[in-house]
């Protein structure tokens, strides 16, 4: 099976800016994760999709949004850029998304400038 | 915020020498997860444990589960310069409701000298 894709890897952005970042899950999982990873708070979880409805959000600003369709993928955006959303962003994909491993894809580096 | 601390912070060792990476968490989970990533990409998953367990052994790694001391390490035997990496221990909290999330500890870089 192919593992999770990210798409696009790396973006370069200005503070203002709105993001949209896309994430496809392994064939036939569908929960998926976002995390935002930051040499200051490490990983952090953003929120979880499955079947089309967002089940979990972790603590983070309204600007952070995300969104799955029936296919599985998802998309994150983040509006309003600020130099802090800097980060590398992860998806994974489960199948379950509760008591299953968590896949996870190589990543998109945003750069805020 | 991190629920996990992990022990050591980074761990430098020769080729051939095993690597113990110690992670300790907060509160009940349903299972134990351990990453590995490589200089800032994607996580690559190692292996889980889940609570009722106690050892699990995949290849040159070992993982224990203590639960009674919220506690978890993940042992590499014979490193190679390729295990070169941040590891990463990661809960998922019991209950059922966690969907989809992971709490990850700070992680410790491992180096392993040819």
């Known amino acids: 099976k192919a593992g999770v894709t990210q798409t696009p890897r790396y973006l370069i952005k200005t503070r203002g800016q709105q993001v949209t970042l896309s994430c496809s899950p392994i064939?036939?999982?569908?929960?998926v994760s976002w995390y935002q990873q930051t040499p200051g708070q490490g990983l952090q979880f953003l929120f979880e999709y499955f079947s089309e409805t967002q089940r979990n959000k972790g603590n983070f600003p309204g600007r952070f949004s995300g969104r799955q369709f029936s296919n599985s993928r998802s998309e994150m955006n983040v509006s309003t850029l600020e130099l802090g959303d800097s980060a590398l962003y992860l998806c994974?994909?489960?199948?379950?998304?509760?008591?299953?491993?968590?896949?996870f894809g190589p990543g998109t580096r945003l750069t805020v400038l | 915020s991190q629920q996990g601390e992990e022990d050591p912070q980074a761990l430098s060792i020769q080729e051939g020498e095993n690597a113990t990476m110690n992670c300790s968490y907060k509160?009940?989970?349903?299972?134990l997860q351990w990453y590995r990533q490589n200089s800032g990409r994607g996580l690559v998953h190692l292996i889980l444990i889940r609570s009722n367990e106690r050892e699990k052994h995949s290849g040159r790694l070992r993982v224990t589960l203590d639960t009674s001391k919220k506690s978890s390490s993940l042992l590499i035997t014979a490193s190679r310069a390729a295990d070169t990496a941040s590891y990463f221990c990661?809960?998922?909290?019991?209950?059922?409701?966690?969907?989809?999330?992971?709490?990850f500890g700070q992680g410790t870089i491992l180096t392993v000298h040819p």
């Open positions: 994974a994909s489960g199948s379950r998304g509760v008591a299953d491993t968590q896949y």
């Open positions: 990661a809960t998922e909290g019991a209950g059922g409701t966690s969907y989809g999330k992971l709490t």
């Open positions: 064939s036939g999982h569908r929960s």
């Open positions: 509160t009940s989970i349903n299972n």
